[in-house]
Nanobody
Framework: QVQLAESGGGLVQPGGSLRLSCAVS????????MAWYRQAPEKQREWVAQ???????YYADSVKGRFTISRDNAKNTVFLQMNSLKFEDTAVYYC?????WGQGTQVTVSS
């Protein structure tokens, strides 16, 4: 059974940074692409970033140049470094692998 546990969310001022983590169990982590999604209030869940098993990275246009996805295969963990945060980045952030979602972690950007 795949299990995902996100952490690292919180309240941050515009222009600030946060680093999200997602610990994964129940799969051969290194074999899978990992993704981050987010869902803002009253909006549909949207894709944010993805990292392949080989380390190739892909980003939504809205976060390109500000967010960085990475992975540590030794720790079965995927990260999302978020810099230059904006009000519109406020959302619940979810990690995703093989049809499984984590519980999400809240990111609030507010002054």
């Amino acid at each position: 059974q795949v299990q995902l546990a996100e952490s690292g969310g919180g309240l941050v001022q515009p222009g600030g940074s946060l680093r999200l983590s997602c610990a994964v169990s129940g799969i051969i982590f290194s074999a899978y692409s990992m993704a981050w999604y987010r869902q803002a209030p009253e909006k549909q869940r949207e894709w944010v970033a993805q990292i392949s098993s080989g380390g190739a990275t892909y980003y939504a246009d809205s976060v390109k140049g500000r967010f960085t996805i990475s992975r540590d295969n030794a720790k079965n963990t995927v990260f999302l470094q978020m810099n230059s945060l904006k009000f519109e980045d406020t959302a619940v952030y979810y990690c995703y692998v093989r049809y499984t979602w984590g519980q999400g972690t809240q990111v609030t950007v507010s002054s």
